[in-house]
């Protein structure tokens, strides 16, 4: 696929039409089967021509692994497809739907003759389109179980009464803007529907060039070219984000990126930083890595220079937003960022695929981006000022939720570097376990449990022995089903609470128990607490009477090291279909004992600690 | 660096999906099996995007073929 990766190469330099088309003919023409890709089955439907931005959503996603397979609605209207159960919208089975709405295609009279109307027939169109809205997100929700992808309304750039517009109380903008609200409403209603803020991304670019007249007159296609690249954008932050592929990790070199000029030579006295021009650029930039910072995103430092120099800044300098304690990784020293890079990643048990890396140096960032192709390069141009903007531009680390693990997560890892510690003393590695003093607390999923359970199942990709990913709204149907059983992990140590790191997702039938999921996060790998969740899922099994529990394994590029998971813990193989290899074992033998240094505590029904 | 011709070679190719040395004098909507109205639309696009330009309404009908192409470009200031 040399060809395929040619032009991924050339598109990652240059976002442009012609490149996204490059990408999309190779992908049609190869099919999932020939790139190597993950596919990804989404469903669009729209009532407007969104062809041109079909390549821009398929280039992004090909750029983040994923072969995006799509099946594009009629012009007929959505309901029809929607309704129709043997339509071809049904066939295809979406992995995830895009409901791509045009305001004048839904209510042209609100768009085009608002002047005319009375307020009751403003209500009425309003109430008209958000009653249409919300029985397509309900057929859909029902039907398919996939996330469903709504999105705002650009606001009128020239409403109809003009300038008046904005004196009354039932104005076209505030109309379109109770529209959106609904939309919001509708979005909330339901666990798995999401909603793009399509009139964000218009406002972003300006009303005015996002809109493009000519194409709407002559095909229906309302949206501008630049503005059609922001929209399949936006679109495939959401995928990614649903997908597992959001990277987790901020690596930030120091001189000319944190802070202006050069802490080897200029001194702490001497760098640019601070509450006035151009050193506020870089505090400003600070505000923004924060924010980041507080939605969970991991921070590290990658820079040549000397350490001692860059801890004082970190440590003494007044205009510092970032400090020492914002980092979980340091790599300052004179090796090449390359290696560095590898250093952290191992460092944190993550992906290469889930480091940003932030430098103002073309020469860093390319030799990067030829050595570790994985790793995102966000390369700073010469203007302080654009910096924030660049990294919040991104997306990188695009989430659909919050959880509160998010908001602790560095704490986390640094906790770990005093467990480490305490392994540097500790004389064999089970004195060591023994020494943490580990309490394990298994229990079904609940509202509590049930956001972050879903999300580890989007963000882990090692201890992951099937890789399936949950939205919300599925975990919550599986939770309640009586066929399944879904459970969290949570683990505590005497240095702090690990908080829910691992989960299973059990299916009965016939006498079967299946393990459809069973993971852990990276930073509870190596502690033997897997094996108290497995524990409790056979004996669950057995209670239920089950003969025999599945284990299932499909190898991916990233889960080697749960390979041998179920051969070391008594399974014995049954067969292979695909990549996904079946192994049983028969709960009439005795089932193996959990790790002695971890106390577990079964909960029935609620979560102990989630209110800690 | 690119030449014009050479840019709007690869252009045609990358648009249509198809190899950039056959793309020639000869090259039109006629000939090209992927040059439909929908692809029209990307060429379009492609072209304001990439020689920083825009088309007029009445332009848009006539970008029909390779020669065509570059005539338009031409009287954008963009020569061979």
């Known amino acids: 696929m040399d060809e395929l990766q040619i032009k991924l190469e050339e598109l990652r330099r240059e976002r442009s039409h012609r490149t996204y088309s490059a990408v999309s003919n190779l992908l049609r023409k190869h099919g999932p089967e020939g790139t190597g890709l993950v596919p990804l089955r989404i469903a669009v439907l729209r009532n407007f021509t969104i062809e041109m931005m079909l390549p821009v959503l398929e280039g992004e996603l090909a750029l983040s692994g994923i072969h995006a397979v799509l099946y594009l609605g009629g012009y007929a209207p959505i309901a029809q497809e929607v309704l129709d159960t043997g339509s071809e919208l049904y066939a295809f089975h979406p992995d995830f739907i895009l409901l791509a709405m045009w305001l004048e295609s839904a209510a042209p009279q609100l768009v085009n003759r608002f002047v005319s109307l009375h307020p009751p027939q403003i209500t009425a169109e309003i109430e008209r389109v958000s009653a249409f809205v919300k029985s397509m997100v309900q057929t859909l929700d029902a039907a398919f179980k996939s996330p469903v992808l709504l999105n705002t309304f650009p606001l009128p750039a020239y409403p109809g009464m003009g300038i008046l517009d904005a004196q009354l109380q039932n104005s076209e903008t505030a109309s379109v803007l109770e529209l959106n609200r609904r939309v919001l409403d509708i979005a909330r209603e339901h666990s798995n529907v999401y909603v793009m803020d399509l009139m964000l991304v218009a406002a972003r670019l300006g009303r005015a060039q996002f809109f493009d007249a000519r194409y709407w007159h002559m095909a229906h296609a309302p949206i501008s070219g630049e503005g059609l690249i922001a929209v399949g954008r936006e679109y495939a932050k959401f995928a990614r984000a649903l997908n597992g592929k959001t990277r987790k990790c901020l690596v930030l070199d120091c001189d000319n990126t944190l802070w202006g000029g050069i802490i080897g030579e200029d001194g702490i006295n001497g760098i640019k930083l601070g509450t006035t021009y151009p050193g506020s650029c870089f505090a400003a930039f600070q505000k923004e890595i924060l924010n980041l910072h507080d939605r969970g995103v991991l921070l590290a430092l990658c820079s040549k220079n000397n350490e001692d120099d860059v801890l004082e800044v970190l440590r003494r300098h007044p205009g510092m937003e970032l400090r020492e304690e914002h980092f979980v990784a340091r790599e300052i020293n004179w090796d090449d960022k390359p290696t560095n890079l590898r250093r952290i990643a191992a460092r944190l048990n993550i992906g290469l695929d889930s480091l940003v890396f932030v430098d103002d140096s073309s020469f860093e960032c390319a030799m990067v981006r030829n050595s570790l192709p994985e790793v995102a390069v966000i390369e700073l141009g010469s203007e302080p000022s654009e910096y924030a903007t660049q990294i919040a531009r991104e997306g990188h680390f695009a989430t659909l939720t919050l959880s509160s693990e998010d908001r602790v997560r560095t704490r986390m890892y640094l906790e770990e570097d005093e467990r480490s510690k305490l392994r540097a003393a500790a004389g064999s590695i089970e004195e060591y376990l023994g020494s943490l003093g580990m309490v394990a607390c298994i229990g079904p999923a609940d509202e509590m449990s049930i956001p972050r359970i879903a999300q580890l199942t989007q963000r882990t990709n090692q201890f992951n022995l099937t890789t399936r990913r949950y939205s919300d709204g599925d975990i919550r149907a599986l939770a309640a089903s009586s066929d399944t059983e879904v459970y969290y992990l949570q683990l505590r140590d005497r240095v702090s609470e690990l908080g829910l790191i691992g989960t299973a997702l059990v299916k009965y039938s016939d006498g079967d128990a299946v393990i459809d999921s069973f993971l852990l996060s990276c930073r509870a790998i190596g502690r033997g607490a897997e094996d108290c969740l497995l524990v409790r899922c056979l004996e669950a099994a057995r209670e239920r009477g089950c003969r025999r529990m599945i284990g299932l394994y499909a190898r991916t590029a990233k889960n080697g090291i749960v390979a041998r998971f179920y051969s070391t813990h008594g399974f014995r193989v049954m067969g292979q279909d695909g990549d996904t290899e079946q192994w049983e074992f028969s709960l009439d033998q005795p089932i193996p004992a959990a790790p002695a240094w971890i106390v577990t505590n079964f909960e029935e029904t609620r979560n102990r600690y989630a209110n800690q | ?80």
């Open chain 2, 1 to 80: 660096m690119q030449t014009n011709e050479e840019k709007l070679k690869q252009l045609l190719a990358d648009v249509f999906g198809i190899p950039a040395d056959t793309v020639g004098e000869e090259t039109s909507y006629e000939n090209v099996v992927n040059w439909d109205s929908l692809n029209q639309m990307r060429l379009v696009l492609a072209l304001e995007q990439s020689f920083r330009l825009s088309f007029s309404e009445q332009e848009l009908g006539s970008l029909t073929s390779y020669a065509r192409i570059r005539e338009a470009l031409k009287t954008h200031g963009v020569h061979q």
